[in-house]
């Protein structure tokens, strides 16, 4: 089994910062891609941010500039900073891992369970 386990949501003011961590655990071989998904109320869910195992990054319009993504490899774990931020990046934030199981098996992605972030005044 794998398991992805999130931290950090919460409720913050406009331009306010949040951190959020997700750790991976179980049966896994390799993580090629680490990343973050939002999803608000009544839209589909949306790509923050990912990160490769590389360290290659990618983000949404939305958030470049105003928001960071790590990852650490030897402990399957990716962070994203948040700043400067907005009533529109209210959302459940997920992470997402596009991982091996075994060397000769498939890549899969898996989900975490989700964190809200509510930016509010």
């Known amino acids: 089994q794998v398991q992805l386990v999130e931290s950090g949501g919460g409720l913050v003011q406009p331009g306010g910062s949040l951190r959020l961590s997700c750790v991976a655990s179980?049966?896994?071989?390799?993580?090629?891609?680490m990343g973050w998904y939002r999803q608000a109320p009544g839209s589909q869910r949306e790509l923050v941010a990912t990160?490769?195992?590389?360290?290659?990054?990618n983000y949404a319009d939305s958030v470049k500039g105003r928001f960071t993504i790590s990852g650490d490899n030897d402990k399957n774990t990716v962070h994203l900073q948040m700043n400067s931020l907005e009533p529109q990046d209210t959302a459940i934030y997920y992470c997402?891992?596009?991982?091996?199981?075994?060397?000769?098996?498939?890549?899969?992605?898996?989900w975490g369970q989700g964190t809200q972030v509510t930016v509010s005044s």
């Open positions: 990160v490769t195992s590389g360290g290659a990054t």
């Open positions: 997402s891992a596009d991982l091996m199981k075994a060397a000769w098996g498939p890549s899969y992605r898996y």
């Open positions: 179980g049966t896994i071989f390799r993580i090629s891609v």
